[in-house]
């Protein structure tokens, strides 16, 4: 039997789309849609507070680097960031308000109340009753800072009981991690004269990055003050309050550009890497698991900067874990559209790691890496680069010819895949046209080939956010579906008569292109299928609130490309990796 596990909840999704590129709402929509669907109740573990320490993205990210990003000054608003929140905290709203009036024994909403949390450990709600909208970003601050505060205790702990004889260099990040912890318990100044200039002032911040007793939160919970007074009071105090760091320390971390510096940046850092991380706190050698978390997969992000949006790699993060908990040989699989490049350098050099990557490879498109030729600068690194307008067809074909068959030949034990979205129809890159569809299908092919591995599913770019709410929704119900030992019970939400048969057929043509561009894999009859009403209904009505409005041929929406690869380059990969 497969245990099933899943990262998810508003408290998550709520602070991960603080993520500019986000656009305020993609992970909400997700959460709210799989929600809505009732596709939680069948996992065995729903993990709904997630967190990473310091300690933990120490693992793999440097404390230099680590000291910026999780800098408490940062855990605030920024004034250019103003519209951006007001934009983010509309869908809390919407939330409410339609709980409210639908829903009204679930419509409970976080508020900041003189009673909420004080400086006392006082116990508050159960986890069943934590999963609500937050009315602001101050409450949402407010209670993180109560989970980041748990956590701090649990850390040493995991760090203790693992059986991996540590090294050298781990034993100083423990000396300094105790070091920094009663630094900030004793209020102490930092002691140890060994520490460089660039890392003195920041190491004597707590593990968790967290300063639960920062004036800011003192505000927030004034026992004497009405919400409202709190909320202008907070916002006062510290909208001008952010950290100006040097340039030139930002340009070297690359907090600039694509990865700048936003409200809130610490928070979002330790959710991010605790949405994976967390997954494993339940996985076991010993048995089969899937466990997933759409609020992954930055696999951009690379030891000491930030990159492509991403500032925490959770990927290497989760891999480096796995081989904690005793699995030896991991294959990586990463289907987005762009390279992944900070997973594929991280372990450029293991026997044990082999890490694939399926990407669009053309002149200046990020991160201008991942061709066949660096395959040769390592021991287990599988490039394969494609061309604008890679569809459904062609990937399956990959998946048969190359992706798989190497996956085999490695011999994992366990699959970490990524699964980014922005090579699918709708999404604003317009390079490829895969479908929700036909992008499932194939990660299924790959999980039923190899159904006797664990395997960690992540999300990743994507960048429209409906289409990504879509996919992630039907991946999580196929996934629900044939591992769950409740699966059975769905019913077929989606899926049309033609569908099933045409994905059948497909499924079974693994030796020929000749239809890779006739075939179509949509039917008129999908059209009926529409998203049930919940309270973010309404971000879907341009498209009529129609599941399958970007596969459908007569929809506006399904936009068709050139295919600029050719089968015969298939074989020339064939050949490449001597398969």
Known sequence: MTKLIISSSKFQSAIVDLLPCNNGSKSRLTHSLIDTYGL??????????????????????????????????????????????????????????????????????????????????????????????????????????????????????????????????????????DDSMENSTDSANDNSSNNSSDTSSEDSNDDSGVDLNDNSSDRLSSKNATQKHEIDSYKATVINDIVDFDVVKLKQYNLVGDCPIFSFLPMYCHVLGGSTLRLLDHIDFNEKQICINWDGGRHHSRKKKASGFCYVNDIVLCIQKLGEKGFRKITYLDFDLHHGDGVEKSFQYSKHIQTISVHLFEPGFFPCTGSLEETKHGFNIVNIPTLHGLDDNYLTYLLNRVIIPLIKKHKPECLVVQCGGDGLIGDRYKEWQMTISGLTKNIMLVLQNFPECSVVLLGGGGYNERVMSRFHTFLTWKVVQTFSSKGSTLLDQFESDYHEEHSTKQNNDTTTMDSANTQSPFSNNMSDILIPEHEFSDFYGEELCRFWAYELPASQYFKQLHNDNIPNYIDKLVKFYNL
């Open 40 to 177: 939680l109740q069948y996992f065995d573990h729903v993990v709904m507070t997630p967190f990473a320490s310091k300690d933990e993205l120490l693992n793999f990210h440097t404390i230099e680097y680590l000291n910026v990003i999780l800098d408490e000054k940062l855990n605030k608003r920024k004034v250019e960031d103003e519209t951006y929140i007001d934009n983010w905290n509309y869908l809390n709203q919407v939330g409410i308000e339609w709980l409210e009036e639908n829903k009204p024994n679930e419509s409970k909403s976080f508020e900041l109340q003189a009673n909420f949390q004080d400086d006392n450990d006082n116990t508050i709600q159960s986890t069943n009753e934590i999963d609500q909208y937050f009315n602001s970003i101050e409450t949402l601050y407010k209670y993180y800072s109560y989970i980041a505060k748990g956590h701090k205790a649990t850390v040493k702990n995991y760090n203790t009981t693992s059986n991996k004889k540590r090294t050298s260099w781990e034993a100083l990040l423990d000396e300094l991690s």
